[in-house]
């Protein structure tokens, strides 16, 4: 008996050294104690709330206007003017007629084969206007009376004799340049010029002021009321022409 008690005495101290002496990384793994809690979801649908009714929406229309139906006023129409067509009738108050000017062809000769000359023409214009004695009818009261009484206007007449007449520019010489100066000279009483001017070029500056320069320092008839001087307008013509020698 007492061998069957120290052979299990000594067969728990032996597994008591194995345990003992056992190492720890061939235990077993202790496993937590994990606490599990579980949660319940329920779906629900959410149900709006009855707010406030809204307003239906209403499509404004445009207001026209009463008059917009009526038809536009004469006033408004007379403003717009008509559309013309695609080929509108120009049409003008008025008619020009283009003036054509004057072509004074110059002759380019030689200057020893011409010989220059001016002319004067004797009649003169007066322009002093119409004369006082007028045609009366026969027959009226006064007729014979005024044709007895108005005395007789006789125009102013340059005189040829001691007016000189205008040389002949030599730029126009050159150029063959010719034409007609016409002036109008203003003849006091003692026969003078008093006035001058230019009626109607001849289309050439050296010929007009050759005129004008000549005609300026001419002696005149001086016009004559009856017995008595007056002062009288009066209208002259310078002619300027190159001719041949040799034509007459």
């Known amino acids: 008996m007492k061998r069957l008690l120290l052979a299990g005495l000594t067969a728990l101290v032996f597994h008591a050294l194995v345990l003992a002496w056992y190492p720890k990384g061939f235990r077993s793994p202790s496993v937590p104690f994990v606490r599990q809690e579980s949660l319940s979801l329920s779906l629900t649908s959410l ?3 009855a707010g406030p009714a809204e307003r239906p ?8 206007p009463a008059e917009s139906n009526k038809p536009p006023s004469k006033k408004r129409e007379s403003r717009i003017p008509s559309r013309p067509g695609k080929n509108p009738a120009r049409i003008s108050e008025e008619t020009f007629e283009p003036i054509q000017p004057k ?6 000769t030689e200057t020893s084969a011409l010989e220059e000359t001016t002319e004067v023409s004797e009649s003169t214009e007066s322009s002093s206007g119409p004369e006082p004695n007028e045609a009366r009818v026969p027959g009226l009261p006064g007729a014979t009376e005024t044709a007895a009484s108005s005395p007789a206007l006789k125009e ?4 040829y004799k001691s007016n ?5 520019p030599a730029v126009a010489r050159r ?3 010719e034409g007609t100066v016409i002036l109008d000279v203003l003849v006091n009483r003692s026969g003078r010029v008093a006035d001058l001017r230019l009626f109607q070029s001849s289309g050439h500056a050296s010929l ?9 320092g001419w002696v005149f008839d001086p016009a004559r009321k009856g017995q008595e001087t007056v002062e009288m307008w009066v209208r002259i013509p310078v002619c300027f022409r190159l001719r041949e020698q040799g034509t007459p």
């Not at 072509?103 to 380019?108: A, N």
């Open 57 to 64: 929406m209403v499509r404004r229309q445009d207001r026209t």
């Open 47 to 49: 149900v709006p709330q």
């Open 175 to 177: 150029r063959g340049y």
């Open 208 to 216: 007009d002021q050759t005129a004008l320069s000549s005609v300026k």
């Open 103 to 108: 072509v004074f062809t110059s002759q380019h």
């Open 164 to 168: 000189p007449a205008p040389d002949y």
């Open 156 to 159: 102013a007449i340059p005189i």
